[in-house]
């Protein structure tokens, strides 16, 4: 059976465009306009996440997604104009799983909901298990700012040691370029978008030195960057 996603969205723009991108991808997208029509469904149906607009007619989505709390943990994604880090934190401190800035790309919405979904589902894990993919060994110590890898220290630049933390603290979650810039760098204004690649390719080459069959940071083309759960080679 296909998953069922719940869309929270005025936009009708908007809206249609998810639904379609959901449908095509194999989803079974579902659409409510207003925050009571959508809590009055996530009480009486089945969903395998949802995705909520942050401003709502007739309420707030992060008050939507503190009233779903009570009752459910469904995975979360909000979309938001707002691209303010008090905004971000706000909505992840409150239970979402992820957020993403309007505009978007309807294939991004797309590919953070496989990896949200990848991510909540036990078949999964024993799929990883039985072709004997095993997780990735990172140990981070955010105090001392190390990190090692396979038992190794690895020897990091600044920026790559707060790279890399964040990819481990979010596994699978897809980064766009500007997204870790934003968060990565101290004044984003003055670097360039390939200042991300040169970085993750120099955070690659230090991770093949310690294991060569191993490639656990993933490009998403058009997309960005995310850290894979399982040891891809």
Not at 77 to 85: C, K, P, Q, S, V
Not at 120 to 138: D, K, V
Not at 160 to 181: A, C, D, N, T, V
């Amino acid at each position: 059976m296909p998953k069922r996603i719940l869309i929270v969205e005025d936009e009708p723009a908007i809206a249609d465009t998810l639904v379609y991108a959901l449908a095509d991808a194999g989803f079974e997208p579902v659409h409510a306009e207003l925050a009571r029509t959508a809590i009055a469904r996530l009480k009486s149906e089945a969903f395998s996440l949802a995705i909520f607009d942050v401003g709502l007619p007739d309420g707030d989505g992060f008050d939507l997604c503190r009233e779903l709390r009570r009752f459910s943990d469904l995975p979360v994604i909000f979309l938001t104009a707002r691209g303010d880090e008090i905004d971000r934190i706000v909505g992840l401190e409150i239970g979402a799983d992820d957020y993403v800035t309007k505009p978007f790309s309807p294939r991004e919405v797309v590919a953070r909901v496989r990896v949200i979904l990848r991510r909540q589902s036990p078949a999964m894990f024993a799929e990883n298990a039985s072709s004997g993919r095993e997780t990735i060994p990172f140990e981070l110590d955010g105090d001392s700012g190390r990190i090692r890898y396979r038992d190794r220290l690895l020897e990091l630049t600044r920026y790559e040691f707060l790279l890399l933390k964040l990819l481990i603290e979010h596994p699978e979650r897809i980064f766009s370029r500007e997204q870790l810039l934003e968060q990565v760098w101290s004044d984003p204004a003055e670097v360039f978008d390939r200042t991300v690649d040169t970085h993750i390719k120099t955070l690659r080459a230090k991770l093949r030195a310690v294991d060569p069959t191993s490639d656990p940071i993933r490009t998403h083309r058009g997309l960005g960057y995310s850290l894979d759960t399982g040891c891809s080679s």
